[in-house]
């Protein structure tokens, strides 16, 4: 089951193809789920050169982007902010977003928003999980669809 309103295109990876996975340890199950689903589907695909940086929260994810960016042709960073009781999800997501799209901006280089901004641990679960909306194997499709688009 999926909640994507169109199709992706079946797209030829380049085995030169380079690919950064900055990883959240903050909600580590509900990432890995994604991460899983992520190098899985890259590794159908052909991708074979994956670099994986584990970074403490989401709010790090845009230093370990940084960090991999220069060496990568696209970055996938994976982080889920849950709503608490405080503010700091509003602060998180909305920086993090921004913060990643600046960094795609500034390098010329396609970052994926790989980043779930859910209310509560059961929707982050549920885009998480591979037999329900498996936004994980989303990421990747969007990934290789953009680097074809761009080495075309
Ligand atoms: N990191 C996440 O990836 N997801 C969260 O839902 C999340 N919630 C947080 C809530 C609070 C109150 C704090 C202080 C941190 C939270 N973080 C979360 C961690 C944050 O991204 C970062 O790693 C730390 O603030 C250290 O810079």
């Known amino acids: 089951m999926s909640d994507s309103s169109f199709n992706f295109q079946t797209v030829t990876a380049d085995p030169a193809w380079k690919i950064g996975i900055v990883k959240s340890k903050w909600n580590h199950e509900i990432v890995n789920m994604l ?7 890259l590794e159908v695909s052909g991708i ?3 670099e994986i940086c584990e970074v403490p929260g989401s709010w790090e ?3 370990g982007a940084q960090k991999l960016i220069s060496k990568c042709d696209l970055i996938i960073p994976l982080g889920v902010v849950i709503r608490g009781e405080t503010t700091h999800y509003e602060l998180i997501s909305e920086t993090v977003t921004q913060g990643l799209m600046d960094l795609m901006i500034k390098n010329d280089k396609p970052v994926i928003m790989g980043l779930l901004a859910t209310e ?6 549920k885009r998480a999980n591979p037999d329900q909306l498996n936004k994980g194997k989303e990421f ?5 669809e953009i680097l074809a688009l761009r080495n075309n």
């Open 120 to 125: 509560n641990e059961e929707q982050a679960l």
């Open 35 to 41: 991460a899983s689903e992520v190098v899985k589907h």
């Open 61 to 63: 994810l845009i230093a």
């Open 140 to 144: 990747a499709q969007s990934a290789l």
């Open 48 to 50: 074979k050169l994956i």
